[in-house]
């Protein structure tokens, strides 16, 4: 059974070194007025990021999101950006 939790704003330096103990980029930022979480190339495949990306932002209403607590806990992070709606912008480009 998947370890189902939601990410708060008190708890997202812990969820980040959880991610790098499991071999992805990640880091806190804020974009838009929004806290989230940036993860970055390594720990996803690189054959579905889109071309330039510096790294997929997630806020944490998405992370939140009951559609998408499964993925989460499961770190399959490119699930959630498929499932976006038409129009979001899923990645922060590299200037």
């Not at 838009?32 to 071309?51: E, F, K, W």
Request: proline share 9%; hydrophobic share 45%.
């Amino acid at each position: 059974m998947l370890d189902i939790f939601r990410v708060h704003g008190t708890s997202v330096p812990d969820f980040i070194q959880g991610l790098k103990a499991e071999g992805f980029d990640a880091k806190d930022d804020l974009f838009r007025g929004q806290i989230g979480v940036l993860v970055g190339p390594r720990g996803l495949d690189p054959q579905r990021l889109p071309p330039n990306a510096a790294a997929f932002f997630f806020p944490l209403w998405e992370l939140n999101d009951p559609a998408n607590l499964a993925a989460v806990a499961s770190r399959d992070f490119h699930r959630i950006v498929e499932n976006r709606a038409p129009g979001w912008k899923p990645v922060l480009r590299e200037n």
